[in-house]
């Protein structure tokens, strides 16, 4: 049968179409306008009152909270002052690198500069231990005795055990830690094999440290901070062990660097680390790396310093960049 189609009918079924396009797009663009999920990503931290030191990541994105502008100010601050510290005498290289644990946003001067860590080991090898307790729990109550070393009775800092006796792992950490004990180092790594300790690394994206006793590999600012990191998210250890570990570092008797240009009500959990050679002429390195609690905005300084100076020239080095970074950020608090 031979139908013939009416012109008007095709050129209303033609608008209803065009309506239905239309209008279609409108609900699109509507519901995707109106989605739960935002396109910025933003870090998710947990707040919790039984911990005081961590804040455990819950979700990781791109941070796009925070003034740019603030980071960009503080590395122009930064980068005159360090220029200006340079000419003191002797003095041969200053990095830093500076996070805010709110936004994510960082700066940083010489960042990715190796120095030798020295002491600054001490915080990877406790992690170390603090995961085979995580692994095996009791690990921390472990006895080891201390055979003895050349150090011994002769009074030097650094070197408090006694030979013959017996210490727990947790006993020993501490030491580690808090006083930056060398006899409780040396314990405590010769009863780790050194891939335990290399997982560590390997695990937080740095190169395998190999001989955790030698002095030949170096380690960057913005690299240590990921040890500090993952303490203060709680991402590679469980709350309680990285809140432990948060504690020991805020009970660390070094005061003379980051913690003496802050306030004094202010807590830090930091590490500091020096190293120095039995040649008079060599120069010396001296770096203070940790996590300034400061109210409403915690921030990350890891500051290493180098030079054929006196120690107390790198003290006041330190001490000075941490003066500006605390003003400054307390400013925009």
């Known amino acids: ?79 005159s002052q360090t220029g200006n510290l340079l000419k003191i005498p002797g003095m041969q290289d200053i990095s830093l690198y500076f996070k805010d644990l ?24 406790m992690i170390a231990w603090f995961k085979k ?11 080891l005795v201390w055979i003895g070393s050349p150090y011994d009775d002769k009074g030097l800092d650094f070197y408090s055990l006694h030979p013959g006796q017996s210490y727990t792992v947790d006993e020993l950490v501490n030491l580690m830690i808090t006083k930056s004990d060398n006899d409780a180092k040396d314990l405590l790594l010769s009863n780790l094999d050194s891939q335990t300790v290399n997982t560590v690394f390997t695990d937080l994206g740095i190169k395998d440290w190999g001989d955790t006793s030698s002095s030949s590999t170096k380690i960057s600012p913005a690299a240590y901070s990921r040890f500090l990191r993952v303490l203060y998210n709680a991402t590679y250890l469980n709350r309680d062990l990285s809140e432990r570990a948060l504690e020991l570092l805020s009970s660390t008797d070094f005061n003379s660097g980051i913690v003496a240009g802050i306030s004094s009500n202010i807590k830090v959990a930091h590490k500091f680390g020096q190293y120095t050679t ?42 000075n960049i941490s003066l500006t970074v605390f003003n400054e950020v307390n400013k925009n608090s």
């Not at 209303?12 to 663009?29: A, E, N, R, T």
């Not at 519901?31 to 039984?50: A, C, G, W």
């Open 1 to 79: 049968m031979n139908m013939k189609l009416n012109p008007k009918k095709i050129l209303f079924f033609s608008f209803l179409f065009l309506i239905g396009i239309v209008f279609g797009i409108f609900l699109d663009k509507f519901f995707l306008n109106r989605q739960e999920i935002s396109t910025d990503f933003h870090s998710v931290q947990l707040s919790d009152p039984n911990y005081k030191l961590i804040s455990p990541l819950l979700l990781s994105g791109i941070s796009v909270q925070g003034d740019t502008q603030e980071f960009k100010d503080i590395e122009s601050k930064l980068r």
């Open 102 to 125: 709110n936004s994510g946003l960082w700066a940083g001067i010489g960042q990715d500069t190796g120095y030798d860590p020295a002491s600054l080991l001490k915080v990877p090898i």
């Open 133 to 143: 307790e995580q692994d095996n729990p009791g690990v921390l109550s472990q006895k």
């Open 278 to 319: 039995n040649d008079p002429t060599s120069p010396i390195e001296l770096h203070d790396c940790g996590i300034v609690y400061l109210p409403q905005k915690p921030y990350l300084l890891c500051v290493m310093t180098k030079g054929a100076t006196d120690i107390v020239n790198l003290e006041a080095v330190i001490k």
